[in-house]
């Protein structure tokens, strides 16, 4: 059974910091990893995708990681701003009985201070 | 750019009804999806449906939960009898090309 752990589950920096955020699974069976952000009572927002075949992409400000064998993951933020502050959440797509299903991680709150 | 849709974007009923909610998948995709939040907790594998037949189903997803593809469009995941605890939100994602889409979730609030 897939498990997804975010380090750490809360976060404050001051505006302008560069940041990372970590994801860790169980099982590397993975097609893809996801990171989403979450606004307080609102969805999700996809920001990357990682294919289980690539190491990393970005996109403006951020940068995802992928170490399939480590299982782990790793979102760089760079020169953040407080409109970053959200929650960041880590999405592992594995392999289940023939099909896909994926798995999320708790999440970790970030907070950006002007 | 294609989305998934998801009706209502707010449900609020009392405790014992019946819900359904709707969800429109991206119109291409054979694999489709629902997953739930619980405020202030992860989102939850509730249960996978391909070729109209249920594919998996998490220990969430008891005999009060259903799903459904009436129609070409929509998938639907109905709840029989409202319990407080069904409280949460609702997302749907559809899958293509090994990525799943997910809908902007429907807040269902029992009363």
């Known amino acids: 059974k897939q498990e997804v752990t975010q380090i750490p589950a809360a976060l404050s920096v001051p505006e302008g910091e560069n940041l990372v955020l970590n994801c860790s699974f169980t099982d590397s069976a993975i097609y893809n990893l996801q990171w989403f952000r979450q606004d307080p009572g609102k969805g999700l927002t996809s920001l990357l995708l990682i294919q289980s075949s690539q190491r990393e992409q970005t996109s403006g400000r951020l940068n995802a990681s992928l170490d399939k064998s480590s299982g782990r993951s790793t979102l760089y933020i760079a020169a953040s701003q407080p409109g970053d502050s959200a929650t960041y959440l880590c999405?592992?797509?594995?392999?289940?009985?023939?099909?896909?299903?994926?798995?999320f991680g708790t999440g970790t709150k970030l907070q950006v201070i002007p | 750019e294609p989305e998934v849709t998801q009706t209502p974007s707010h449900q609020v009923t009392q405790m014992g009804q019946e819900v359904i909610l709707r969800c429109v998948p991206i119109?291409?995709?054979?694999?489709f999806y629902w997953y739930r939040q619980i405020l202030g907790q992860k989102v939850e594998f509730l249960v996978s449906f391909y070729n109209n037949e249920i594919s998996e189903k998490s220990e969430i997803f008891d005999d009060q939960f259903s799903v459904e593809r009436p129609d070409g469009s929509n998938f639907t995941l109905k709840i029989r009898s409202t319990k407080l605890e069904d409280s949460a939100m609702y997302f749907c994602a559809s899958e293509g090309y090994n990525e799943q889409f997910f809908g902007p979730g429907t807040r269902l609030t029992v009363l």
């Open positions: 999405a592992v797509n594995s392999y289940s009985g023939g099909y896909q299903k994926v798995t």
């Open positions: 119109s291409n995709h054979l694999y």
